[in-house]
C-alpha cells in the first residue's frame, strides 16, 4: 500500500481511480464493508482503490480536547488498512482551508482535478464541505457531469444495531468489551513502544510496561484482563491499568501499565500491542500504597481466574 501525504499537486492517478472518504476511526466491520465494496468495483473497473482520510480528523480540529475520543490513532489505521484490499492511502491536513472548502469546489478540485475519482463509494451518513454541504446526493449530481459514479453503502447492522465509531466509543466507555468487538470484528487494543516509567511498580512487586498515551481523552479506563504480542510471536497473559494513576500522582498524565504474568525481560523500546478481553474494575483512588498493593493482589488474581475460564472453555471441559 502505497502513502499519499497531502493533496497531490498534480493529477495523481491518469486512468482514474475508486474511492472513498471518512475518518475510518477504528477501522470497524462497516468501514470494511465500505472497503470490500470498493475492493469490488476496482476489480470490475480495473483501476486502484484509494481511501482519503483527514489528519487530524474534522472534529478535532473543530472541537480541540473536546472531540470524541479516538479509537485509532494514525499509525494504527495505516496498519490496519494495510491489512485490507487497498492501494493508496491519501491522508491530508484537516485545516481552516479545507474546512473552508465549498462542497462543490471539493469536488471539482479535488476529487476530480487530482484525485481523477471515477467511482466513489461512501457511507451512508457521510458529508462533506463547509458547514457540512455537501452528501450522497450532492455527488450523484455532480458526478453526472463530471464524469464519475456514486454509490451508497447503506449501514451494516450487528445485533440490529448500526456499527459505529461512536456506538464503539459507547460500548468501550461502559466496559462492554464484548459489544465492542463484535462491531470491530476483533478485540479492541492500543500499540505503542514501550517506554520507561517511575519504576514505581517494581517497588510493589508488580513491574510495568508502559506505553505512553499521546491524547489525554481516551474511550476507555480502568483495569482490564490484557494480551500483549509483539514480542517473539507471543502472547503473553497481564493485567492493565488504563488512566491517570491517582493514587500514584494524581496528575492528568495517561498511561497504559501493563503487568505481564510470568515474565521478566527487558522490552523497552518494543513496539507492542495491547489487547483488551475484560474490564475487573474501575480506576479508583486508594487512601495507601498498601491498600492499593492490596487491591492489585485481588486484580490479578481476577484476571488470571478470567484466563483459566477461558482455557477450559476453549478445551469443551
Known amino acids: 500500500m502505497r502513502l499519499i501525504r497531502g493533496i497531490p499537486r498534480s493529477q495523481a492517478f491518469k486512468n482514474g481511480c475508486i474511492l472513498t472518504i471518512g475518518n475510518f476511526d477504528g477501522v470497524h466491520l462497516g468501514h470494511k464493508a465500505v472497503i470490500d465494496k470498493l475492493a469490488e468495483r476496482g476489480k470490475s473497473l480495473s483501476l486502484p482503490i484509494v481511501i482519503l482520510i483527514f489528519e487530524p480528523q474534522p472534529l478535532e480540529y473543530f472541537l ?49 482535478e487530482r484525485l481523477n475519482v471515477k467511482h466513489l463509494v461512501i457511507g451512508d451518513d457521510f458529508r462533506f464541505g463547509k458547514a457540512r454541504q455537501g452528501d450522497f446526493a450532492l455527488l450523484k449530481e455532480k458526478g453526472e457531469v463530471r464524469g464519475f459514479t456514486a454509490e451508497d453503502t447503506g449501514s451494516l447492522l450487528v445485533n440490529d444495531q448500526r456499527i459505529s465509531s461512536t456506538l464503539i466509543r459507547n460500548a468501550l466507555s461502559k466496559g462492554d468489551l464484548e459489544q465492542a468487538e463484535a462491531m470491530l470484528g476483533h478485540r479492541y487494543s492500543i500499540c505503542g513502544r514501550v517506554i520507561h516509567g517511575d519504576k514505581r511498580g517494581r517497588t510493589i512487586g508488580y513491574p510495568t510496561a508502559n506505553i505512553g498515551m499521546a491524547r489525554k481523552n481516551l474511550p476507555i479506563s480502568g483495569v482490564f484482563a490484557v494480551t ?90
Open 64 to 112: 480541540r480536547d473536546k472531540a470524541p475520543p479516538r479509537l485509532t490513532r494514525l499509525r494504527e489505521k495505516v496498519t490496519q488498512f494495510a491489512k485490507l484490499p487497498v492501494d493508496d492511502l491519501v491522508i491530508v491536513r484537516f485545516n481552516k482551508q479545507l474546512a473552508d472548502y465549498d462542497a462543490e469546489q471539493f469536488i471539482d478540485e479535488i476529487l476530480v
Open 228 to 317: 500483549m504480542t509483539g514480542i517473539d510471536g507471543l502472547e503473553i497473559e497481564g493485567i492493565a491499568n488504563i488512566g491517570v494513576r491517582p493514587t500514584v500522582d494524581g496528575s492528568n498524565k495517561v498511561v497504559l501499565e501493563t503487568h505481564l504474568f510470568d515474565f521478566d525481560r527487558d522490552i523497552y523500546g518494543n513496539k507492542v500491542t495491547v489487547h483488551f478481553k475484560q474490564k475487573i474494575r474501575a480506576e479508583r483512588r486508594f487512601r495507601t500504597v498498601d491498600e492499593l498493593k492490596e487491591q492489585i493482589v485481588a486484580d490479578v488474581a481476577e484476571a488470571k481466574n478470567i484466563f483459566a475460564a477461558q482455557t477450559i472453555e476453549d478445551n469443551g471441559l
